[in-house]
């Protein structure tokens, strides 16, 4: 008996330490910079670790924009142009990068970025350009500008990414997305030739 006596106490002190020092359960602890621990929640803890550095965040933008263009112009092509050839390749366009655009979202999301709800001042400019135009001038200029222009710099902006991302998702979109584009870029190229 004279064991539970001193058990009691030194039990009691345990029990104090451990609920005085315990920690929310749903915290964490993490170290920082210079070596105090912080408690970081879940929910924190899983933003910073989806979150992407500026440059990366810039090209998930870029790669939303060509493909919001895209759409647009493909819409835009679709309303104006008489020629089948080019109402055929603006709707492949719009299918395509509505798709592609669909997958840039979903990973903007996943890592908490912000994209532009439209199309950038050049594409806008464009487009109000374009809607002035009829017959064939639409036509060359839609094959000219979204046609060949837009995917050699949307296929150079994908390059880009697969060189310099860090993000290992954004260069796994990049690669899926670039035979796309170069698919785009060929048939552009064989109805620009017509």
């Not at 002190?13 to 609920?19: E, R």
């Not at 112009?73 to 719009?94: R, Y």
């Not at 710099?153 to 060189?163: E, G, N, V």
Request: no cysteine; hydrophobic share 40%.
């Amino acid at each position: 008996m004279h064991h539970r006596h001193l058990a009691a106490p030194a039990l009691t002190a345990v029990v104090l330490a451990l609920s005085s020092a315990q920690m929310p359960l749903h915290a964490q602890p993490a170290a920082t910079d210079s070596g105090t621990t912080t408690t970081t929640t879940p929910r924190a803890a899983a933003a910073q670790g989806s979150k992407v550095n500026r440059a990366d965040q810039r090209l998930i933008r870029d790669i939303a924009q060509a493909n919001m263009a895209e759409v647009e112009t493909g819409k835009l092509a679709l309303e104006k142009s008489q020629n089948e050839q080019v109402k055929t390749f603006a709707q492949k366009m719009i299918d395509d990068h509505t798709s592609a655009l669909n997958d840039v979202q979903q990973l903007a999301q996943a890592k908490n970025v912000d994209l532009p709800d439209g199309v950038d001042l050049k594409h806008k400019a464009l487009a109000t350009s374009m809607r002035a135009m009829s017959g064939a001038n639409f036509d060359r200029d839609y094959k000219k500008h979204a046609g060949l222009a837009d995917h050699r710099q949307t296929h150079d902006l994908l390059q880009k990414t697969q060189r310099n991302a860090k993000d290992p998702d954004l260069k796994a979109l990049a690669a899926k997305m670039l035979p796309v584009v170069d698919g785009h870029l060929k048939m552009a190229e064989q109805m620009g030739s017509r």
